[in-house]
């Protein structure tokens, strides 16, 4: 995967912005600071070098490909605290 060869767009970004503002009114905290995190690391990834099969694959092994992991583990937990309590 060559980071350099896929650039944010415009149009990409400027639907990804109104999203996180949508968030930022309606979502806990944990959730808003951990969407900006991804948008931060998306970002810093298009300054990196690219990386080579073997440092995905040691990425894919160690978990830190996967960018939306605290957020959707925020998600998830956001929607545990809503989820009625049963006795």
Do not use: N
């Amino acid at each position: 995967m060559r980071s350099s060869t896929i650039k944010p767009t415009f149009p990409a970004w400027s639907v990804f912005t109104p999203k996180l503002s949508a968030m930022r009114a309606l979502s806990s905290k944990p959730v808003v600071h951990c969407a900006e995190d991804v948008a931060r690391k998306i970002l810093d990834t298009y300054l990196e070098p690219d990386k080579s099969f073997v440092e995905l694959r040691e990425m894919a092994i160690d978990g830190t490909i996967d960018l939306l992991r605290g957020f959707s583990d925020a998600c998830h937990d956001e929607f545990e605290e809503m989820r009625p309590t049963q006795f």
